[in-house]
């Protein structure tokens, strides 16, 4: 199938890779010259477990190609996929002058039948507004539907591949048949792909992320009322995690959720719910609790220094918003950071992939270390805010050595807080009990 996919960030070019991969005739359209230039030579803008491979492999068989020729891309396409960003706009809805951009730019060039497939993260009611743009500009017949993304990133080319299902809102029984058959290749094990209509397939998306970044808020909570009651977070979860009705994903109390979905997608909902009179009080409670824990880490490196922060060295690693990613959007590293630095302590970091995304919000402000001990180098504090492998397992002797004072601030909760105290660190984890 001839397929055009208008915008190469993570999901345009996941999906535009994956779709190449499974035999199709992809053209991924962005319009951001340089990052097209990029791809062309298969360097990869983003890091991403398993893409590059995958680029690399379907452009040289020719499956695969990269334009900043958005038009044309479309002109010859039977099924065009809305992959560009939706950011939140000041009252917290989601922006979608990028989508509605994309959409004239398909109506500009639609001389033939084609199927419209919005793939970012819209609010209901996006895909006839999509519909009204395109056919603005022309007077054959498009199908609109719904296509929502669920991959993780740093798993995305794995979540893409083989999901746990494939979500299509559908306007007709034509689309239905094309798009069952364009990803049935990623459900060959049985996983459904469930049609549905449009308004439920868009809200089935921001409500799988609302869902998600709740129980997260939810045990950033419980695992603060540990704190306080002298309970460990981590047998609670294993203990309401073994329930089957509750289960064990997503149950990580953590420094707060970031990334490029959850929070713009909490807020969107929000501002949806209370444009329609039908507000979200919870989520607005999940927003409140997120933004307070992406406080966490200062607030507990600034108590063990009585707030007196001027002139400490603190080292920090991982800035990502989540292991296997570059991508720092609304990352708990970012005010963890800054709070630092405006309280006037040195701040050292280590990211195994963010740094040349890190560069952008730190600029020189910071010290972008080459290895985790050269962070940790002559540091008053560490805190941990990514789950990186490296971070797992260190040589806690070289790091003991390294710093002038042995204090972790694990905002991930990778280690035993008894054995780092035998190893004599001070070691305050979210939620342990340290006794
Ligand atoms: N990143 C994720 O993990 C993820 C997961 C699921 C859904 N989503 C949703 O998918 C959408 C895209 O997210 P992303 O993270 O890939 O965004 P991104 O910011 O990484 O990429 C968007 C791309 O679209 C391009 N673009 C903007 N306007 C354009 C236009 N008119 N024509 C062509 N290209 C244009 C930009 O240059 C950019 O390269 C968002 O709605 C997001 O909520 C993201």
Redesign the pocket.
């Given at each position: 199938m001839r397929i055009a996919v208008?915008?190469?960030?993570?999901?345009?070019?996941v999906a535009g890779a994956c779709l190449a991969e499974t035999g199709n005739d992809v053209t991924c359209?962005?319009?951001?010259a340089k990052?097209i230039e990029r791809l062309k030579h298969n360097d990869i803008p983003?890091y991403e477990p398993g893409l590059e491979p995958l680029i690399r492999r379907n452009q040289s068989e020719g499956r695969l190609q990269f334009t900043t020729d958005?038009g044309g891309a479309v002109a010859s396409a039977r099924v065009v996929f809305i992959?560009?960003?939706?950011p939140p706009d000041e009252d917290g809805s989601?922006d979608l002058k990028?989508v509605l951009?994309?959409a004239r730019?398909i109506g500009k060039h639609t001389t033939s039948p084609k199927i419209v497939i919005t793939?970012?993260?819209?609010p209901v009611g996006t895909a006839a507004k999509v519909r009204a743009a395109i056919e603005a500009e022309t007077s054959v017949p498009v199908s609109v539907c719904s296509n929502?993304?669920?991959?993780?990133?740093g798993a995305?080319i794995e979540d893409f591949m083989k999901p746990d299902r494939v979500v299509v809102g559908v306007d007709s029984e034509e689309s239905r048949e094309v798009l069952g058959e364009l990803f049935a290749p990623f459900v060959r094990t049985g996983n459904p792909i469930l049609f549905m209509d449009i308004a439920s397939a868009e809200v089935t998306?921001y409500a799988a992320n609302a869902m998600l970044a709740t129980r997260i808020s939810f045990m950033n909570q419980i695992a603060e009322f540990c704190e306080r009651v002298g309970a460990d977070v981590r047998d609670v979860r294993q203990g309401i995690g073994s329930d089957r009705r509750i289960g064990q994903a997503f149950l990580f109390p953590g420094p707060g959720y970031g990334?490029?979905?959850f929070p713009?997608?909490v807020k969107a909902l929000i501002h949806s719910g209370q444009e329609l009179g039908a507000p979200f009080e919870m989520l607005e409670a999940v927003e409140m609790v997120n933004e307070r824990q992406k406080r966490l880490l200062l607030r507990k490196v600034c108590r063990a220094f009585d707030d007196k922060m001027k002139g400490r060295t603190v080292a920090v690693w991982g800035l990502a918003f989540k292991a296997e990613t570059d991508?720092m959007r609304e990352s708990p590293s970012i005010p963890l950071v800054e709070g630092l630095l405006s309280r006037g302590a040195e701040v050292r970091v280590h990211d195994p992939k963010a740094v040349e995304t890190a560069q952008a919000f730190f600029g020189d402000r910071v010290f972008y270390a080459p290895d985790p001990y050269a962070a940790a180098q002559g540091a008053d504090a560490l805190a941990i805010v990514t789950e990186w492998l490296v971070y797992r397992n260190p040589d806690f002797e070289r790091l003991k050595v390294a710093m002038v004072r042995p204090l972790i601030v694990d905002g991930r909760n990778l280690y035993d807080p008894q054995r780092l105290k035998s190893l004599g660190f001070e070691y305050h984890g979210i939620g342990r009990r340290v006794s």
């Open positions: 208008i915008g190469s960030g993570y999901v345009g070019l359209a962005d319009v951001d990052k983003i958005v992959a560009v960003g939706t989601a990028h951009d994309a730019t793939k970012s993260t819209v929502p993304e669920f991959l993780k990133e995305a998306k990334g490029s979905c713009k997608d991508d």
